[in-house]
């Protein structure tokens, strides 16, 4: 048996051969599964076509500024709104654990805490003197930075990983911060003092330390007809191919920006069986923070009068009749070499759910709404929950590239 001495050596002496140090982990290779809710927030009384826009405005800008910090001026400025429909996973912080609620989004990276529920520090928790600040289109929140353990599911508990703790938020009632799972570079410039960092994401961290396989993480969301259920599914380090059917396609994340700074993909978007282009080949981006599916205005508009949809009022959203309904036909996404059909019950709000966002059980309402800008812009479209939860999603974060596959609910008539 070697003694310590000479274990030592043989330890020195592989590092210095200028192997990763990657190999030296040992990785599990079991994915790790995390539930996550859907629930309506009746706190606030914009319409969620209005709160989706500010969304996809906030993401454009903060792209178009890259990798300059939004300044705390600009976020005394935001008229910050509670989200209307949340999609929420509860992430334990801190030896013991304590639990928090927090918003998933692919379309941020920072993880924080404490817009609700007091933050309390442990044995585990270390503040590191800096600052975080984030800017969403719901609100912003501005907070001290620590690292401590954050606990994902059983057998997923990150160490040292980057939180913010909100000394200041906005826009975030009922929820406790936000579990961001974004690509890393969505946390550059979000520190205080030091704006040229960034920081790891869980998903960066959980594979640093061996605790997932892959740098990967795998939806699984189903339509639903209730307001708040918990249906869905956040699988890291791999897929759960019990949740989708065929084969899981990748595309590389798209090189236009500024969609690239997201999940960003290109994509083309067509109407019915003579495949009338509704969004001619564009970039835009994949988003679970988002509800509807937003596309360029331009392209609204030719979807609009193909379909014979009318604004509503009450709603913000496109509208049909029954009888214009069972005349509506299908949506195809092509995404890579793959053509994904989009249905048309997929293309309409939950009818049970109609009275929820102030609309009548008259007509049928659309999820497809208007991005706010014209196409061109290299920020085209966002594929939101209501087209995510028709297939299985998967952000390979560290190969740059995303995954979509069809489920037993791509074709489902829940609606």
């Known amino acids: 048996m070697l003694s310590g001495l000479r274990l030592a050596s043989v330890f020195l002496g592989v590092l210095s051969l200028g192997l990763d140090s990657d190999a030296l982990v040992v990785r599990k290779s079991s994915p790790v599964t995390l539930q996550f809710a859907r629930r309506f927030n009746f706190t606030g009384t914009s319409k969620i ?13 903060r792209a178009l500024a890259h990798p300059g910090r939004l300044t705390r001026s600009a976020i005394t400025n935001i008229d910050a709104t509670n989200q209307a429909v949340e999609y929420t996973a509860t992430v334990g912080v801190g ?9 998933i989004d692919t379309g941020s990276s920072n993880t924080w805490v404490g817009a609700t529920k007091q933050f309390e520090e442990t044995s585990s928790t270390v503040n590191t003197g800096q600052l975080v600040e984030v800017v969403y289109g719901s609100g912003f929140v501005i907070g001290e930075e620590f690292t401590d353990t954050v606990t994902l599911a059983p057998g ?16 975030f009632e009922g929820l406790d911060g936000i ?33 997932i396989g892959e ?12 307001l708040e259920v918990t249906n869905g599914e956040l699988t890291f380090g791999g897929t759960d191919p019990s949740k989708f059917t065929g084969d899981l396609n990748f595309v590389p994340i798209t090189s236009t920006a500024p969609a690239n700074e997201f999940v960003g993909i290109d994509q083309t978007i067509t109407y019915g069986s003579a495949g009338t282009t509704v969004l001619a080949s564009t970039a835009g981006i994949t988003d679970t923070g988002t509800t509807l599916l937003l596309i360029a205005s331009d392209a609204l508009a030719t979807y609009q009068s193909l379909t014979g949809a009318v604004a509503d009022e009450n709603t913000g959203l496109l509208r049909l009749t029954p009888a214009q309904f069972a005349d509506l036909q299908s949506l195809f996404f092509q995404i890579g070499d793959n053509t994904f059909e989009f249905t048309p019950n997929a293309q309409a709000w939950p009818r049970a759910l109609n009275t929820a966002i102030g609309g009548t059980n008259e007509f049928v309402y659309l999820i497809v709404g208007d991005l706010g800008t014209d196409s061109g812009e290299g920020f085209d479209f966002v594929d939101g929950m209501t087209f995510l939860e028709r297939f299985y999603y998967v952000f390979d974060s560290a190969n740059s590239q995303v995954g979509f596959a069809t489920t037993q609910f791509t074709n489902a008539e829940t609606n």
């Open 156 to 171: 997923l508990a990150i160490e040292a990983q980057s939180i913010g703790v909100a000394i200041e938020s906005s826009g």
């Open 49 to 61: 076509l209005e709160l989706d826009q500010a969304r996809a405005k906030a993401l454009k800008a």
């Open 95 to 103: 030896t013991p654990p304590s639990d928090f609620t927090l918003l």
């Open 215 to 226: 740098g990967q993480v795998g939806v699984s969301f189903e339509p639903t007809t209730s």
């Open 179 to 211: 579990l961001g799972i974004g690509p890393t570079d969505l946390t550059c410039g979000t520190l205080i003092p030091d704006e040229s960092a960034c920081i790891p994401t869980v998903t960066d961290n959980a594979f640093t330390q061996g605790l």
